[in-house]
Nanobody, 124 residues
């Protein structure tokens, strides 16, 4: 059974940092693009970052230079390091996986598996 479990969300002040983790089980991470979406209240799911099976990385323009995604296939875990955080980064962050996915297919309708989400709040 495919399962994605996020951790690391919480409250951070503007300018601060958080690190999210997503532990995968039930499938071979090597075959998937895996990464993060976020959803703020009243808005749709926005692709934040992903890393494909060949290591290609995508970042949304809004997070480039501030967020870093990485994966550890041996631990079946993907990480999102978020620095210089802004109030507009506040959202529920969801881990997602796309079988055979590329950076061009990092949209919600391509996602095969979702995590349950972790809340990130950016406030002073």
């Amino acid at each position: 059974q495919v399962q994605l479990v996020e951790s690391g969300g919480g409250l951070v002040q503007p300018g601060g940092s958080l690190r999210l983790s997503c532990a995968a089980s039930g499938f071979t991470l090597d075959d998937y693009a895996i990464g993060w979406f976020r959803q703020a209240p009243g808005l749709g799911r926005e692709g934040v970052a992903c890393i494909t099976s060949d290591g290609t990385i995508y970042y949304a323009d809004s997070v480039k230079g501030r967020f870093t995604i990485s994966r550890d296939n041996a631990k079946k875990t993907v990480y999102l390091q978020m620095n210089s955080m802004k109030p507009e980064d506040a959202a529920v962050y969801l881990c997602a996986a796309v079988n055979g996915g590329t950076t061009s297919t990092w949209y919600p309708w391509y996602v095969d598996s979702w995590g349950q989400g972790t809340q990130v709040t950016v406030s002073s």
